[in-house]
T-cell receptor, first 116, second 110 residues
């Protein structure tokens, strides 16, 4: 596809349920990012992959959050035992560059997670 | 203190006027800054970025950077109702991790 594709667009989970959010980056993009955007806030960094290597997971809020990109393309963000504070929009972004300073990157349309 | 600060607004301007959006940052090591536009319920869309002191123009948009004052701004000339959105300022921590402000909501009044 032409852009970063995320699925599902909306997810309602009961507290304690596990969820998996999928990101299909732009074909050939080596860098992939996950961000979390709470209502009324700017996006906050969660994790970064370069190809299949997870180079930075410093933003993952707890050990309930896990991300993978096993073949260097599609990525999945998994949240175990969801809590109400996990309700947010989860944004995926990709870039063809390893160094983003002079380029920026393109976000997908996001997955809105609501934990009830 | 957040590393990137923005006034949340809303900033209201009449159609055809210049909208001025401002952002300050605390990390003197930050090298480049990005402006994203986000419509309600949509994902952020990159407008432009700047890494040198001074002005950078792209169509109706001008980004301004003053590293000595740690200040970034975005000017939108001839504002249109379709410009009504939240504008997010972001700096980089290192070479890949965005630090976003909370965004400024802009309303252009027809």
């Amino acid at each position: 596809g032409a852009g970063v594709s995320q699925s599902p667009r909306y997810k309602v989970a009961k507290r304690g349920q596990d969820v998996a959010l999928r990101c299909d980056p732009i074909s050939g993009h080596v860098s992939l990012f996950w961000y979390q955007q709470a209502l009324g806030q700017g996006p906050e960094f969660l994790t970064y992959f370069q190809n299949e290597a997870q180079l930075d997971k410093s933003g993952l809020p707890s050990d309930r959050f896990f991300a993978e990109r096993p073949e260097g393309s599609v990525s999945t963000l998994k949240i175990q035992r969801t809590q109400q504070e996990d309700s947010a929009v989860y944004l995926c972004a990709s870039s063809p560059h390893r160094d983003q300073l002079n380029y920026g990157y393109t976000f997908g349309s996001g997955t809105r997670l609501t934990v009830v | 203190q957040k590393e990137v600060e923005q006034n949340s607004g809303p900033l209201s301007v009449p159609e055809g006027a210049i909208a001025s959006l401002n952002c300050t940052y605390s990390d003197r090591g930050s090298q480049s800054f990005f402006w994203y536009r986000q419509y309600s319920g949509k994902s952020p869309e990159l407008i432009m970025f700047i890494y040198s002191n001074g002005d950078k123009e792209d169509g109706r948009f001008t980004a301004q950077l003053n590293k000595a004052s740690q200040y970034v701004s975005l000017l939108i000339r001839d504002s249109q109702p379709s410009d009504s959105a939240t504008y997010l300022c972001a700096g980089f921590s290192g070479t890949y991790k965005y630090i976003f402000g909370t965004g400024t909501r802009l309303k252009v009044l027809a």
